[in-house]
């Protein structure tokens, strides 16, 4: 899964990607940079 690196401004590939669900209901992807190490976040569909 990717995700948008703000630290390294670049679309990588998410580290120990781990699928959590919002307060609001929806789903989403959480892990890391493998470059910086930097948290990386993903808000994934509304299904």
């Known amino acids: ?17 781990a699928e959590v669900t919002m ?8 892990g890391k940079c493998p470059s910086c190490g930097t948290g990386m976040f993903r808000i994934l569909g509304k299904a």
């Not at 899964?1 to 990607?17: L, N, P, R, S």
């Not at 307060?23 to 959480?30: E, L, P, S, T, V």
């Open 23 to 30: 307060k609001n209901g929806r789903k989403a992807m959480k």
């Open 1 to 17: 899964m990717e995700g948008y690196c703000v630290k390294c401004k670049a679309k990588k590939e998410i580290k120990d990607a």
